[in-house]
Each structure stands twice: as C-alpha cells, then as structure tokens.
C-alpha cells in the first residue's frame, strides 16, 4: 500500500539554520500525503542526535519518517522523486529497512545530494543497496523494530550503526535518487567523532553473522577488529 503520510523529524540546536528545512518541508504537498514536521528542541545539548531522533520516532503515527539534518533543504519535488524510489526498491529481492540520498558499499559511493552550493554529486545507478548511508537523511517505514542506539552518544554515525542494525537483521539499506541539499560547509570530524567510532567499532568488532570485517561510510572506510588505545 503507498504511504499516505510522512513526518520529517530533526533534531535542532540552531533554530537560524532549521528555518530554511522547516519552510522547504512546509513547500512539500503531493497530492494524495499527509506532510508534518517536529523539530526536536535540543539548543541546550541535553539529548544525543540518537535519544532526540528516537523520541520523534516514538510519537511519529506516520507511514514513513524522514530523519534529516537542520541544515539539509528539499526541493518541491522530493517527495515526487521519493515515492517512485520506494516502489523501485519496494521490488527487490531483499525487504528494506533504511532508505537515503547518499551511501556506500566497499570503495563505492552511490547517490544523488546536492551541496551546499547547490552542485550535484551524482553516483548511479540508482537505487542502490549499500553498507551505510550518510545521515544528513535517513527514510524508514513506521512499523520498523530498530531504534538509533543510544548508547553511541554525540551525534555521528548513528546512520551507520542502524544501517548494520537492519543489516544484521536480515533487512536492507539502499541509496536512492531523491536528492536534498546538504549545507553542511565543513568535513572537519571533531574529537567527539573519534570517540564514536570506537565506540562502533567495539559493537561491531566481533564481525555478527552478516555484518563484515570493515564497512564503507560517507566519512571513511571503518574497520571492526583489535585496536591499540580504545577506550
């Protein structure tokens, strides 16, 4: 059945830059869908991205969810372009859990995102099913049994970590063409980074029954093994 509704939720420490997402969600009316949106009020740093991500999940009563970044903008025809997207995947072979613009498998990247200047990065073909898919925007159907782990903390690779939670679980992630903006101006990975990716590579190192030695992400290539200096 197609989805009749869909909610964005975002997680908000800038109201200044959530101003041009909520308008351009607010832009979003496709004939037929419900839109709504809720930002999650976290100017005071009290939540990670997975515990905030994680309430709008809980109080959604929406077919579909779109989890995105405060700085990411959609284009009038997104949902144009994501619904046909759904279908597409919809008839593959392997049951999907996690949707996005832009992911990775080995050393591939495969999606479709525009930058904060508006250029394209276009990697086909599409859709694509990947190891990982870059947070800026993650799409999941309602019913899903996974949450963001919250035990990863801050607010990095908690896309990655369901990805391979659904992964795990026998379900699929897959890059699709349906691309937003991302005006994230900066790749600078700050010391909290860091300390989430150990914080992964521990869950993961033990490599479970579907999940590999290493996964490719939009910020690297993550190896799950013995480390020297994890904390």
């Not at 919250?150 to 992964?167: I, K, M, N, P, Q």
Request: charged share 25%; aromatic share 10%; hydrophobic share 40%.
């Amino acid at each position: 059945m197609p989805p009749r509704s869909v909610r964005f939720v975002t997680c908000v420490n800038d109201p200044a830059k959530y101003d041009s997402c909520r308008a351009s969600i607010e832009s979003l009316h496709p004939e037929g869908l419900q839109v709504s949106a809720e930002a999650i009020d976290n100017a005071d740093g009290r939540y990670s991205s997975a515990v905030a991500l994680n309430l709008g999940w809980e109080r959604s009563r929406a077919d579909l969810i779109v989890f995105c970044h405060q700085d990411v903008v959609f284009p009038p025809e997104w949902l144009a372009r994501l619904l046909p997207s759904i279908e597409q995947v919809a008839l593959r072979e392997d049951p999907w859990a996690v949707l996005g613009p832009m992911g990775r498998v080995g050393k591939r990247y495969f999606g479709h995102a525009l930058g904060p200047d508006g250029e394209a990065a276009f990697h086909g073909p599409l859709p694509e099913r990947v190891e990982t898919l870059d947070e800026f925007c993650l799409v999941v159907p309602a019913g899903l049994s996974l949450r963001f782990d919250e035990r990863l903390g801050g607010h990095h690779l908690y896309g990655v970590d369901l990805c391979l939670e659904a992964l795990e679980a026998g379900w699929a992630a897959y890059a699709i063409d349906a691309p937003c903006q991302h005006n994230s101006g900066t790749r600078h990975r700050p010391p909290e980074y860091h300390a989430i990716k150990r914080r992964l590579q521990r869950k993961w190192m033990f490599a479970r029954r579907k999940v590999g030695r290493s996964v490719g992400t939009t910020c690297g290539r993550i190896r799950f093994g013995l480390f020297e200096g994890w904390v």
